[in-house]
């Protein structure tokens, strides 16, 4: 018996936050240059999270959980006995490992030879002698964060999930830094960052993007058993439409009839599908029961 099947986007088919993160980790380096705080240390901690990123992937938190594990790690040591060298692997090792036990998967050896690399790099030969306790606990890369995160979490409130919100809301954390630097702020450096944080929002960037593991396998079973198939989604049209061709998307939802972004809220737009074919029985697919399940279930 075929029924109709809607899916939702994000975080159901395919893994947004993670282009996000790798973003914040790029602009967080180009800060520490700009304001001439690029300390070995810190710059190793943003390779390390980003990573993780890469190596964890689909399963990978949001960046801020690994930094908020590392920090973790950091309160827990003495600083005391061992080299920074060692105390410094000592927590990418033990972060390394809760991540990769958090998420369930397997981490490989090899990490042993990446995590050396990363720790010689926090080290440069002929560094002056450092007090690691006194850098890692308030780290200026977290500053940079934590102001982009104030910033782009009020502009959410009236811009929600518009396009130029989040490379807007790094642009506005560079200006403030520069205020509270005493600096004046650089058009080139503003351009910089706003092209830093359009990388997380182009079509090139899907391109390079698998979809959630199992996601392919199932719509493809479902289509070669030509069940209806539906995707309704909210956020930017004009994104949501580059993640389509990014993706390949057509393959399953060719076209516009099938494959419906909306600005915000799915009840209008599950309704119009629901009513297509009123007497098959209908599935919404999603990861949110506010924005996903709550609303498909008014229309049945």
């Given at each position: 018996?075929?029924a109709?099947?809607?899916?939702d986007l994000?975080g ?41 990123l ?13 930094i ?47 995590c ?36 782009d ?28 630097d ?13 092209k830093?944080?359009a990388?997380?929002?182009s ?27 539906y995707c ?14 990014g ?18 809220g799915k ?34």
């Open positions: 018996m075929k109709l099947w809607v899916f994000d159901t088919l395919v893994t947004s936050n993670i282009d996000y993160s790798y973003v914040l980790m790029d602009f967080a380096r180009l800060m520490l240059s700009v304001f001439g705080r690029d300390n070995p240390r810190e710059l190793a901690i943003l390779d390390f999270t980003t990573l993780m890469s190596a964890l992937e689909h399963k990978a938190p949001y960046y801020q959980e690994i908020n594990l590392l920090n973790e790690r950091i309160e827990e040591n003495t600083f005391t006995g061992v080299t920074p060298q060692d105390c410094f692997s000592g927590i990418l090792t033990s972060t390394y490992r809760e991540l990769h036990r958090r998420s369930g998967v397997s981490g490989g050896m090899e990490f042993r030879n990446v050396l690399d990363i720790v010689a790099s926090a080290f440069p030969a002929g560094a002056q002698s450092i007090s690691l306790e006194s850098e890692l606990k308030n780290p200026f890369f977290q500053q940079v964060l934590n102001l982009e995160h104030g910033i979490r009020e502009r959410f409130k009236t811009m929600r999930a518009h396009r130029d919100r989040f490379p807007g809301s790094l642009v506005e954390a560079y200006k403030e830094l520069c205020r509270r005493g600096a004046k702020a650089d058009p080139a450096v503003e351009r910089q960052v706003w830093i944080g990388g997380a929002l079509e090139e960037t899907y391109q390079n993007r698998s979809m959630i593991p199992g996601a392919w396998e199932v719509l493809s079973w479902l289509k070669i058993r030509q069940h209806p198939l309704g989604t909210a956020g930017d049209r004009q994104v949501q439409w580059m993640k389509w061709r993706y390949n998307l057509g393959r399953f939802f060719p076209t516009q009839r099938e494959f419906r972004p909306v600005k915000r009840l209008d737009t599950l309704k119009a599908i629901r009513s297509l074919q009123p007497d098959v029985p209908t599935f919404m697919v999603g990861d949110s029961v506010g924005s996903d399940l709550v609303p498909a279930e008014k229309p049945g």
